[in-house]
């Protein structure tokens, strides 16, 4: 059942990038609705697998905007991700003995560079 639902906040993530992007480009009504569409089928078994959902989500109207899809999304995957460890992009700057942050390193690349002075 934890396999399960992984699988549809995976699903969920994709709805919301999908739905920025059709916020964003404002070029295609079907995508908007599948979104849509996709969001409350994913919602209606996350509501089987996890009872205590149903009074705080609720289906999306078919008339829903991109902007809200992609909010409601988000909101719904916030509820299951605050008890799972993050593994996203963020890390921690280790710390020296002294507690200060290492300081910033200027990378510098050594590329020859032809220039004509004429």
Same mark, same amino acid.
């Given at each position: 059942m =934890?396999n =399960? ?7 969920l993530?994709r709805?919301a ?5 059709a916020?964003w ?7 908007i ?8 089928r994913?919602l209606?078994?996350?509501m089987?697998? =996890?009872?205590s ?8 109207? =078919?008339s829903a905007?991109p902007?809200?899809?992609?909010i409601a999304?988000?909101?719904l ?8 460890p993050?593994f996203?992009?963020?890390?921690e700057v280790p710390?020296?003995?002294t507690?200060?942050?290492?300081r910033?390193?200027?990378?510098r690349?050594?590329v020859?560079?032809?220039v004509?002075?004429d």
């Open positions: =934890e =399960e639902t992984q699988k549809l906040l995976n699903v993530r709805i990038r999908a739905a920025g992007y916020a480009v404002k070029d295609e009504p079907e995508a609705k599948f979104c849509v569409a996709q969001y409350n994913v209606a078994r996350l089987e697998l =996890e009872p959902i149903k009074p705080l989500f609720t289906p999306l109207s =078919e905007s902007q809200v899809v992609r999304a988000k909101e995957l916030a509820y299951f991700e605050a008890d799972t993050d996203g992009w963020a890390f710390r020296y003995r507690g200060c942050h290492p910033r390193v200027r990378v690349c050594d020859p560079m032809s004509r002075c």
